[in-house]
């Protein structure tokens, strides 16, 4: 028996203990707005919020993930806010990825 609390965090302990004890219901999150779009370093995609309980509140109700398969061993995504901009840290050792997305994959992604 599971018991759902305030915030969407559904308790149900159980006896394996590779299973969280917490975990929200299928209707928490974002889903996927008008589908995937394919770019020339992976895709990007609109997520739209779910309407149910915040965990921290204030959050965005539109999201854009975008996606690089920048080699067959690394995948790059960033989720940012399309309606207001923010401050980024940059990274001297972190540059843009100009390339086109890598093939043959050794990982698989699902959204």
């Known amino acids: 028996q599971s018991l759902c609390a305030l915030r969407g965090c559904c308790w149900s302990p159980q006896s394996d203990t590779s299973v969280p004890w917490c975990s929200f219901s299928s209707n928490h999150g974002y889903k996927v707005d008008g589908g995937l779009r394919t770019t020339q370093e992976g895709f990007q995609a609109t997520l739209t919020r779910l309407s149910s309980p915040s965990l921290f509140g204030n959050d965005i109700n539109t999201v854009l993930l975008t ?33 086109l997305a890598a093939s043959n994959l050794k990982y698989k992604v699902d959204v």
């Open 67 to 99: 996606a690089e398969y920048q080699t067959q061993n690394r995948f790059r995504f960033k989720l940012t806010d399309p309606k207001t901009r923010r401050f980024e840290v940059p990274h001297e050792h972190v540059g843009t990825f100009s390339g």
